[in-house]
């Protein structure tokens, strides 16, 4: 008998098939954990997590959306093992089969162990934690700055340890939350607080507590405000087995609070006996430094002797010295007399005089002769210009006016001479230059 149709069969659309199997399994398995490992991590623009949980025989697609995302303090990564707790269903459009988590936590390493772990490898390749980055604590501070809870036993502890170690010291606290939600950018801004107050190191940490209540030492904002600190930091959290990424970061990792307070200064008592010691060793010195100063002079006095005997004996140096100097003085001064009458004598015999006078009468021939060349060349030039004046007053067109010649010109702005009388026109005017002035005329008639 085949498989047909009837009327009475109620057909059922992709979407009320989808719907049914969605219903029948969040009915069917509601919330559930489910243990694989992380695949195909990745996060999309507005946070949520798409991921794929898998193990050796089986793999289901996943998502984690932004409010569950943001809610986890490791970063899932592939290859994790993890524990998720969430609901399976049927993402209806695509027909796909999908786990729907809102909690997540790594198998066997708990979830914060795990976000310490991935923090403090990240900011260790970052070169935070770096030895060369470290700065010596100051050796007598004068003014101490404190981050921590002002309820807790800690800043107690701190602040009797200071005051009873180094009075002198001025001590700032900035108050902050230590655990809780917020506590980490609590904890960054009191650190970018008091550092403005001039202090020469801080002190941020906070006494005892599980893992979760020291959590706040262990986000990112208090390393990097740590790092950005402009004086040496030490950080002091919880016990001497605690450890947290703000002791990597600080300059100083003290393993308690009260530790801190006595990394920070010098202990006075220790300081007064230690003046007190260096006094005695220095007054011991002094004595020492005489004693062989005493003993030195003794020995230069003895081979010193009597200062009298050895004063005659200089004195009788002295002169002696005096006499041989006045003698030689003697000495030189006659034979610097005989070497003057010398040259007084040569410069006699050779001096300037007679060559002066043999010069002069030299000169004055010179002059005689130069003054008779002269005399003769103005002569001959005078006569030379007077005879090339006489040829050019032959050729001169002013003799030849004199002689009763004239120049005629046009009486127009080019003044041109008249050489032809054929160029000239009845009635036209020309300009007449004569030996003596010059005339105006107008043509009447010409002839060729």
Sequence with gaps: MGLGLRRSTRVLTVSELAARIKGTLE???????????LSGCKRTGPGHLWFCLKDDRAQLDAVMFRGAASRLVFTPVDGTEVVVYGQVSIWPERGRLQLYVTHME???????????????ARLQAEGLFDTARKRPLPRAPRTIGIVTALQGAAVHDMLRILRDRWPGARVLVRPVRVQGPGAALDIAAGLADVQTADVDVVIVGRGGGSLEDLWAFNEEAV??????????????????????????????????PTAAAALVVPERREIASHVAHSLERLRGGLQRQLRVAATRLDGLERRLGDPRRRVVAVARTV????????????????????????LAAELARHGPRALLAAERARVTR??????????????????????????????????????????????????????DAASLAPGEGVRIVLARGRARAHIDSTES
Excluded: N
């Design 27 to 37: 009915e069917e398995l509601g919330s559930i954990w489910v243990a694989g490992e």
């Design 319 to 342: 002169d002696e010295l005096e006499t041989r100097a006045r003698r030689a003085l003697v000495r030189r001064a006659g034979w610097q007399r005989r070497e003057l009458v010398h």
């Design 223 to 256: 390393a990097r405000a740590i790092v950005a600190c402009g004086v040496p930091v030490v950080s002091a959290v919880g016990h001497e087995v605690d450890f947290t990424i703000a002791d990597f970061a600080a300059d100083v990792r003290a393993p308690t």
């Design 366 to 419: 010179l002059a005689e002769g130069m003054r008779r060349t002269i005399e003769r060349r103005v002569h001959l030039a005078r006569a030379d210009v007077e005879r090339e004046a006489a040829r050019l007053d032959a050729f001169s067109p002013l003799a030849c006016l004199e002689r009763g010649y004239a120049i005629v010109r046009r009486d127009d702005a080019s003044a041109a001479v008249v050489r």
């Design 106 to 120: 790594p198998m066997g390493l708990g979830a914060l162990r795990l976000a310490f772990e991935q923090l403090k």
